[in-house]
């Protein structure tokens, strides 16, 4: 069934047009886009040829065509508004690829949430409230369940969910196979995996915050492990999916260098911690992997002063400007010649309105 939907996408790909918007996002990454918002379109629309099914999330995760039907039907929607997105897909098995690696369990959202899975920490779910007895109980089984996660060492790659990433991989190019548009122009780009302090939070729970002071040394060993294994998972994840040239693409958009980190955890941090816990091990994966770009929910102007100066970060990608003290964002970013891609457009368009130089750094829809 899903190849009459990759003939509808081979028919209306024009290639010039695909090119020219390549293009265009090609000089907004090399700082050659000088002021106001950066915000491409297609130069024309091409409508759908035939009606493209909505596959649920848990329909996905169960099937490789359904999960490919999923994806390309953003690249069907981008063609047929004649939107600035670049054709892409991914392996869309949410944020519990590397902790299923360590053995945590996958946790999968009731099918009216329509919502990526998450994964259970490896001590359980448990209580959040340390002040009493139990939580206390909770916190120490998180710890030990850590321990053994650490005496166990690397994992395997090809484990649970890190292992279909990889298959849904390999289908994605069977069967791109034989449209060659669609081989061209949509790009497989990486999957969700993370940051090392947020698969540290997804394998330890919510009293991890508490072992950042109880119990650093432990903390530390966990996040040593996890930014290992993301750079052994990375390495494996291009040898499938090599790097093409110009940008990386994520999320439909284009950033200099290979990964986007996630740092959701970082808004419960100070400063000095994220310091600590955080920044050297977000760095030493921008370093070894050609550099890329940070996500972040929430907060983060208490920190991006920090991140900002990480050896190969060239883009930031916020999604709560609301949150956050905006005029610190841009000083800490378009100011030092790292892109802002994917920000609401209303943060840029007050910005612009007070005065503010974007210095063509900033990109909205």
Known sequence: MIERYLEDLEERIDPAVEDELWAEWGRFVTGDVRDGIFSPRRARKAPAGLTWPQ?????????????????????????????????????????????????????????????????????????????????????TKSAQAVMALLERGGPDLGFALGGRVFEMARHYYELFEDFPKVKRHVHLY?????????????????????????????????LDLVTQTYIAYMEAWTDLVPLGPGPSVHWAMAHRGTIMLRDDSAMNLSPRMFKRFIKPYDEHLLRTLGGGA???????????????????????????????DMDAIFDHTVDKGINIIGLPRAAAEVALAGGRDLRGRVHCW
């Open 55 to 139: 596959v649920p999330v848990n329909e996905a995760l169960e099937s490789f065509d359904a999960m490919a039907l999923q994806q390309l039907a953003m690249c069907s929607r981008s063609l047929a508004t004649g939107s600035g997105e670049i054709l892409a897909v991914r392996c869309n098995y949410g944020t519990g690829i590397i902790p299923t690696l360590f053995g945590a369990e996958l946790f999968v959202m009731d099918l009216e949430t329509d919502t990526l899975p998450t994964s259970v920490p490896l001590g359980g779910i448990g209580s959040t409230n340390l002040n009493d007895s139990l939580g206390r109980a909770d916190a």
């Open 190 to 222: 990486h999957p969700d995996m993370q940051g090392p302090m947020d698969i540290c939070e997804l394998l330890w729970g919510s009293s991890l915050f508490v072992a950042l002071v109880e119990a650093p040394d432990l903390v530390t060993q966990l």
């Open 294 to 324: 940070l996500h972040f929910c929430g907060r983060g102007d208490h920190y991006i002063a920090a991140a900002s100066t990480m050896e190969g970060l060239t883009t930031v990608n916020l999604s709560q400007p609301e949150n956050n």
